[in-house]
Structure formats: structure tokens, C-alpha cells
């Protein structure tokens, strides 16, 4: 019962201070096609996006991303000052 009390109080600690991811770098800088992402992978990237409101900056380059999935992430930061895309 007092490991139920400790977890506890710690879970309430780590609500009072959440982690901030402010950059996301998913880039494939070996260059291999088996780490492609691709349009559909875009299309969730972007939708986390659309949620995530403390990312500042995102690396996915070198992921031999097509233009519908570099359009989905662009489209899904629209209006975010001083976002940065790496593609």
C-alpha cells in the first residue's frame, strides 16, 4: 500500500510539471529508403500538429518526403509565428 501512495504522489509531481517537447527532429540523415516517410506518415505527423502547440521546430529532412506530404505539413502549420519546417 505505500508503493500505491508513493506512485501516486509522484504521478500528482509530475502533472505540476509537465514535459515540453519544443523540437522534433525525425530527420533520416543516413539516407535510407527503408526510413522514408512517406504521405500517409506525413498526414499523421501533421495531425500531431494540429494538436501539439509547443513544438517550435520540426527536422524530417532527408525522408524522400513527396509534395503532398511536405503540403500536409505546411498546411497544418499555417498561422504558427516563428514555426520552423525543415524539409
Known sequence: H?????????????????????E??????AGSSSGDIKAEGAKYIAD????????????????????EGKAALRKAIEGRSGFELLL
Open 48 to 67: 500531431m500538429l494540429l494538436v501539439n502547440g509547443s513544438l517550435t521546430q520540426l527536422d524530417v529532412r532527408f525522408n524522400g518526403m513527396d509534395e
Open 2 to 22: 505505500e508503493r500505491g501512495r508513493a506512485r501516486g504522489a509522484k504521478e500528482k509531481n509530475m502533472a505540476a510539471f509537465p514535459i515540453v517537447t519544443t
Open 24 to 29: 522534433l527532429d525525425i530527420s533520416n540523415g
